[in-house]
Nanobody
Framework: QVQLVESGGGLVQAGGSLRLSCVASGSDVSIDRTGWYRQIPGKQRELVATISSGGSTDYADSVRGRFTISRDNAKNTVYLQMNNLKPEDTAVYYC??????????????WGQGTQVTVSS
């Protein structure tokens, strides 16, 4: 069974940093294109950053220059390094990824979400 497991959220003061991790677990799987999203209660989920299988990245304007998405294919892990955090970054952060199983089958998965709270 394939799962995406996120970790690294927490409470931080404005100007601080956090690093989120998204690990694809399961036998014979590899994590492919991945995106980090965030959601505030009552609002739509917002795309924050994406990374392709080859490492190409893209960012929302609101986080460009502060957040960095990266991947470690050997660990089936994608990271989101968040620096200079602002109170408006407070949200539940979700990982979404295409995961390839047995090098043949690709399906899209969501993680369970991790809370990031930035205090002013």
């Amino acid at each position: 069974q394939v799962q995406l497991v996120e970790s690294g959220g927490g409470l931080v003061q404005a100007g601080g940093s956090l690093r989120l991790s998204c690990v694809a677990s399961g036998s014979d799987v590899s994590i492919d294109r991945t995106g980090w999203y965030r959601q505030i209660p009552g609002k739509q989920r917002e795309l924050v950053a994406t990374i392709s299988s080859g490492g190409s990245t893209d960012y929302a304007d609101s986080v460009r220059g502060r957040f960095t998405i990266s991947r470690d294919n050997a660990k089936n892990t994608v990271y989101l390094q968040m620096n200079n955090l602002k109170p408006e970054d407070t949200a539940v952060y979700y990982c979404n990824a295409d995961v390839i199983k047995y090098r043949l089958f690709s399906n899209n998965y969501w993680g369970q979400g991790t809370q990031v709270t930035v205090s002013s």
